[in-house]
């Protein structure tokens, strides 16, 4: 059972950053492709930015391209999110996803494990 613990999230002002960390439970993090989504209130959970097992790939939405990095750390069975340039817009509940895939997929349906969310607010 994989279990994801995401941490780093809080209030900030706009034009503002944060860094938002997932760190699993297993040491074979490397197998999974990793993902970033987010769910603001009233709405679907949304894909931010995936990353591929070995970090190679990467993928993010057209709405945070260029504001948002996605990275990982076999090493430390971690995964982060860098998170520039923040807007009201942005406010949401962000969560880590594991994906048994050998691509970057942006379909919610294709990740078998969830986070519990890291709250996300920006004022602006």
């Known amino acids: 059972q994989v279990q994801l613990v995401e941490s780093g999230g809080g209030l900030v002002q706009s034009g503002g950053s944060l860094n938002l960390s997932c760190t699993a439970s297993?040491?074979?993090?490397?197998?999974?492709?990793m993902g970033w989504f987010r769910q603001a209130p009233g709405k679907g959970r949304q894909f931010v930015a995936g990353i591929s097992r070995s970090g190679a790939t990467r993928n993010s939405a057209y709405g945070v391209k260029g504001r948002f990095t996605i990275s990982r750390d076999n090493a430390k069975n971690t995964v982060y999110l860098q998170m520039n340039s923040l807007k009201a817009e942005d406010t949401a509940v962000y969560y880590c996803a594991a994906s048994g895939l050998d691509y970057v997929s942006t379909a919610e349906y294709d990740y078998g494990y969830w986070g519990q969310g890291t709250q996300v607010t920006v004022s602006s």
């Open positions: 297993l040491r074979n993090i490397y197998t999974y492709a």
